[in-house]
């Protein structure tokens, strides 16, 4: 090959590797990460990037010459010539994919085993995926359950994440936290994260399960340590009333019901409970409390069987009280 090109190869790489990169760079393709195993996650992703604008390069360069310079001249019928290959460049590009991917292989690897190493002295969260809903538990704080998931900063946490076994898939997602886990009905799969910084975001739900998949987020909370402890030491004088029941089940990511100021309309509006006691031809308690336990025996017209999850009969008796009361306007 004569010199000229090899330089203009040279030039055209690193001119297609600098447009690639700029695209890689100056779009903002990933949220800021918030924990360490983001940071180890976003390594790995830099890290493939960064081969992959390098053999972009060299390929655009092979072309952009190729179809430029040795492209036919429009009187030129003749064939090309005979050439069988060369066994130089098939070594090299046998060999140098073969280490790229191995790197690739083994930055992942060590990346994966760390972010799966759960330290001795960390913190346990339950986790419960439902239709259309998350519940966060606290062993450590005597089951403890909230609605947003509440963290202390700079502690590795490991979230146990299940569905009930008539539920359907979920999956917990915090795209500032990089990992995603499955929520299986009947199964307990976890993962490990270490938040590195305080803030508010949003936990999503990543698999499709049903008509409020869109709208199943919850909110993850990284505190600092005290305000964590000062949370988790004022929570329970919190969750009593059947106000707080209804939130931290999820009612109101499906109902619409005023005094909880909750406004979601997937499910039936709760304000018009006593009119559909009478349609039913029920009295209102008995009513409700059967509507939260087999939520089939009478459906609001317009609403499809099933929508409504069948697992809220295994709610704490006391619990049930208070909701059902809360719902027919006599308890908060
Ligand atoms: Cu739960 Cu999508």
Same mark, same amino acid.
């Given at each position: 090959?004569?010199?000229? +090109?090899?330089?203009?190869?040279? *030039? +055209? ?30 390594? *790995? ?16 360069? *092979? ?43 083994? +930055? ?215 909701? *059902? ?8």
């Amino acid at each position: 090959m004569r010199r000229g +090109v090899v330089v203009r190869l040279v *030039v +055209v790489g690193i001119a297609a590797s600098a447009v690639a990169l700029c695209v890689a760079l100056f779009i903002p393709w990933l949220p800021t990460p918030a924990s360490r195993e983001a940071d180890r996650i976003d390594f *790995v992703f830099w890290f493939v990037s960064g081969i992959s604008i390098a053999i972009f390069g060299l390929v655009a360069a *092979v072309i952009l010459i190729a179809v430029v310079r040795f492209r036919a001249r429009p009187d030129d019928d003749s064939d090309g010539p005979p050439i069988h290959g060369h066994t130089g460049l098939e070594i090299v590009w046998t060999a140098v994919p073969a280490v790229l991917v191995t790197a690739i292989s083994v +930055v992942s690897a060590v990346a994966l085993a760390q972010n799966d190493s759960l330290p001795r002295k960390h913190l346990t969260v339950d986790v419960l995926a439902q239709q259309f809903y998350w519940s966060f538990s606290y062993p450590k704080y005597h089951n403890l359950t909230s609605n947003v998931l509440r963290l202390p900063v700079n502690e590795a946490v490991q979230l146990r994440i299940t569905a009930r076994k008539n539920d359907v898939i979920h999956s917990f997602w915090v795209p500032q936290f990089r990992q995603k886990q499955d929520a299986v009905p009947g199964l307990v799969r976890t993962i490990v994260i270490t938040p590195d910084r305080t803030g508010t975001w949003a936990v999503i739900c990543t698999e499709l399960c049903g008509l409020g998949h869109a709208l199943m987020r919850a909110r993850v909370v990284v505190m600092k340590k005290a305000a964590f402890a000062a949370w988790v030491g004022a929570a329970p004088k919190q969750t009593g009333g059947g106000k707080a029941v209804f939130v931290n089940n999820g009612c109101s990511s499906c109902h619409t019901f005023k005094p909880a100021g909750a406004s979601a309309t997937i499910g039936p509006d709760l304000d018009k409970l006593p009119a559909e006691a009478r349609k039913a031809g029920q009295p209102l308690e008995q009513f409700v409390r059967e509507s939260i336990v087999h939520p089939n025996a009478y459906i609001e017209p317009h609403y499809p069987p099933n929508l409504m999850p069948q697992t809220f009969g295994s709610l704490p008796k006391s619990q049930l009280d208070a909701l *059902v009361r809360f719902l027919i306007g006599k308890g908060k």
